[in-house]
Nanobody
């Protein structure tokens, strides 16, 4: 089992920055890729960025050149640095961790990001 806890959300003005953190506990050696997803009210949960255990990254077009994902495998922690935030970035941001052996995906409880225009 893996538990994920996110932090770092909040209220920020457009053009500002936030840094989200997600720390895994439990069987963290089972984790492969980790990522950030977001869900705005009335919309589906969408990919923001992912990072493999080897450090390869993938970004949604909306996140490219503004957001940076990074991780520390030993600590089971993944971060999302968000710069040049826009009102449309407002959403609940979820951390996800994939167990490649079981194919199970673990989710955190989410952290609210609100960008005021």
């Amino acid at each position: 089992q893996v538990q994920l806890v996110e932090s770092g959300g909040g209220l920020v003005q457009a053009g500002g920055s936030l840094r989200l953190s997600c720390t895994a506990s439990g069987f963290i050696s089972s984790i492969g890729a980790m990522g950030w997803y977001r869900q705005a009210p009335g919309k589906q949960r969408d990919l923001v960025a992912t990072i493999t255990s080897g450090g390869s990254t993938n970004y949604a077009d909306s996140a490219k050149n503004r957001f940076t994902i990074s991780r520390d495998n030993a600590k089971g922690t993944v971060w999302l640095q968000m710069n040049s935030l826009k009102a449309e970035d407002t959403a609940v941001y979820y951390c996800g961790a994939h167990n490649p052996a079981s194919t199970r995906v673990y989710w955190g409880q989410g952290t609210q990001v609100t960008v005021s225009s």
